[in-house]
């Protein structure tokens, strides 16, 4: 996304201000007209060279459970299942055809999809259920957990 130094200056102060993402993508959109997905807006703050000042969610302690009380060693949980409550992906060794990065996601309702960066940037979600639509929440979640995974890997 090429914005006009104004434009930069704008995104920074939003930022520094402790504007959040989805934020600075809703003023993109009102205040100048550019309406992008949170992973773009991710790309342009990054591209920015600015951190977001997104404030850690409070954690909240549940109590104590039969379940809970059992030593580490007694649970069993797969390599690659998702966290209680969160998004798990991973990233296909090859790529499918058409996309530049494609993968796997699982939602936190344990609904599965296959994922995709194509070759303009636009990501592509293809749920295993036709018609499945991931909360707004698992779609932030995603969206962050992808931008992490992709810097890991070098892209």
Avoid at 98 to 122: M, P
């Amino acid at each position: 996304m090429n914005l006009n130094d104004e434009q930069r200056q704008r995104v920074t102060a939003w930022i520094l201000q402790g504007a959040k993402l989805a934020e600075v993508q809703n003023r993109l959109a009102q205040e100048f007209g550019i309406r992008l997905t949170y992973i773009e807006t991710r790309f342009l703050v990054d591209d920015l060279k600015l951190t977001p000042k997104d404030p850690e969610p409070p954690k909240i302690e549940k109590p104590a459970t039969p379940e809970t009380k059992k030593p580490v060693e007694e649970k069993k949980s797969a390599p690659d299942a998702p966290k209680a409550g969160g998004v798990s992906l991973s990233v296909d060794q090859i790529a499918r055809p058409g996309a530049i990065v494609s993968g796997k996601v699982t939602f936190s309702d344990g609904q599965k999809a296959d994922w995709y960066l194509d070759q303009t940037g636009r990501l592509g979600v293809v749920p295993a259920q036709q018609g499945y639509k991931p909360s707004a929440a698992d779609v932030q979640e995603f969206q962050i957990a992808l931008q992490e995974e992709l810097q890991r890997i070098g892209m």
